[in-house]
């Protein structure tokens, strides 16, 4: 079992990711972070990237706080993921999984002294999505004190960003 699950939540905000991600995508990134400095892992090179052997079965025993006791579980949060861009997967011939971590989600779990903008670009314009709401006078308003607070967001990171890079 792992110990420890390490979320840098302040980046992982700052990015904006925490709109479209839950604890649960960043405890399974942080396993993979972890496995991935592991000098015991299995590895395979594809297309000029480093790629590393994901085991299910010790995933789901190593973080049984997260109360995903299948592959299919787990697969359906690898591969949403890889649609948001913050994990490579590449299957081999075998059926087996193997994942990288992409340069957003190193930028985000190991932020180095210069802020990078990959986090912050990629996702500061994101906007919450109402999709199950009828519009009515009241979620009107609300969307747009939403989009407020977005704006609001976004100038502080570009002002954050701008700083950064000054020094």
């Known amino acids: 079992m792992k110990k420890f699950i390490v979320i840098n939540q302040y980046q992982v905000v700052r990015s904006g990711l925490h709109r479209r991600t839950d604890l649960i995508d960043w405890a399974i ?3 993979i972070a972890s496995w991935e400095k592991s000098k015991k892992k299995k590895t395979v090179i594809y297309r000029e990237r480093e790629y590393f052997w994901l085991n299910y079965q010790h995933l789901i025993k190593s973080l049984p706080l997260l109360k995903i006791k299948s592959k299919m579980g787990i697969s359906k949060r690898l591969y949403k993921l890889k649609k948001l861009g913050l994990i490579y997967i590449y299957k081999s011939k075998s059926k087996e999984i193997f994942v990288s971590l992409t340069e957003l989600t190193k930028s985000i779990i190991q932020p180095t002294q210069k ?4 986090s912050t670009t990629v996702y500061s314009t994101c906007k919450p999505e109402f999709t199950n709401i009828k519009y009515n006078q009241y ?3 609300t969307y747009k004190v939403w989009d407020t607070k977005i704006e609001s967001v976004e100038s502080i990171l570009k002002n954050l960003l701008e700083d950064n890079k000054k020094h």
Request: negative net charge; glycine residues 0%; aromatic residues 20%.
């Open 139 to 141: 979620n009107t308003s």
């Open 29 to 31: 990134i942080d396993y």
């Open 115 to 118: 802020f990078t903008e990959v």
